[in-house]
């Protein structure tokens, strides 16, 4: 593997023992740097915690550190769901590390904290899920803190290495190894979704702020003829699709839609459905 200069600079300063503010764009490999922080942990036998800002996200990195490093020593918990929670290495919301944090204070057992999005500190309803562990964890608790939206926080950043006795390191770049490009349209949802799938711009993601427009858009594109599958793509979706469990309330709708080439993704998702989902999205099934 290449690494990108942010990555490597990220990876050399966090096994020389300091603190790391990764401050990259999306699709620069802050998730590799992760690794690198949780390799290291593991190695030498410490406890550490990876904070994501939604559940899903927690279920979606709990899987792709079983990957990398095996499903015993990789637990999950998010509030509601508990999975080997005494592995070396847990996937949780912010909030759940926040309560460790003020249960158990100094005395907690977090020799290594990632925090994905970290902008979220800034943010007045959840951004005490990012602040407390920073001074309520043990002092030699050592910190990746990781965002592609970061500003000017050198306040904070002296803040915490005075604290810990730690140095800190910024590593930033604007150096998008993945171009983002972006357009701005009057067009429906439904011309825009037809107008990129033709073009062979797909996957598609289309956001939505509530689970029941997200899933009504599903169907809409599902019905939508100009969106059927050729027949290569439409048998491998169906063998991806037949040898997975839709015995749920929500799975016959669920497997309905898939097999037309649409998912939906949610927190209140099965974690096998998420995972599926997400599987076929990336292999742009």
Same mark, same amino acid.
């Given at each position: ?36 922080? %949780? ?12 904070? *994501? ?43 759940? %590390?926040? *309560? ?43 910190? %990746? ?9 050198? !306040? ?23 171009? %983002? ?89 099965? !974690? ?14």
């Amino acid at each position: 593997v290449e690494l990108y200069p942010a990555q490597e600079e990220a990876i050399l300063e966090i096994f020389d023992g300091a603190h790391v503010v990764l401050d990259t764009p999306t699709g620069s490999g802050k998730s590799l740097v992760a690794v690198a922080a %949780l390799f290291k942990a593991i190695g030498q036998g410490c406890r550490a915690y990876y904070t *994501s800002p939604t559940k899903a996200l927690v279920s979606e990195k709990f899987f792709d550190l079983c990957r990398y490093f095996g499903a015993a020593s990789i637990g999950m918990a998010t509030g509601d769901v508990a999975v080997n929670t005494r592995a070396p290495v847990v996937c949780c919301t912010a909030e759940v %590390l926040t *309560s460790i944090a003020l249960r158990d204070g100094e005395a907690a057992k977090a020799d290594v904290v990632v925090m994905d999005e970290f902008h979220y500190y800034g943010d007045r309803s959840r951004g005490a899920g990012w602040e407390i562990p920073l001074w309520r964890l043990p002092r030699t608790t050592a910190f %990746l803190l990781m965002s592609g939206t970061l500003g000017d926080n050198a !306040p904070l950043y002296k803040a915490i290495q005075d604290r810990s006795g730690r140095p800190l390191r910024v590593v930033s770049s604007r150096e998008r190894p993945v171009p %983002l490009t972006f357009s701005y349209s009057d067009r429906t949802m439904k011309a825009t979704v037809e107008n990129l799938v033709s073009d062979g711009e797909f996957p598609v993601y289309a956001v939505h702020f509530s689970r029941r427009e997200a899933l009504a858009t599903a169907h809409e594109m599902a019905d939508n003829s100009q969106l059927a599958l050729p027949e290569d793509k439409a048998a491998a979706l169906c063998a991806a699709v037949e040898v997975s469990d839709f015995n749920s309330p929500f799975g016959s709708e669920l497997r309905g839609l898939l097999l037309r080439g649409v998912g939906v993704h949610h927190a209140g998702l099965l !974690p096998r459905y998420r995972r599926l989902v997400e599987r076929l999205a990336q292999d742009s099934v």
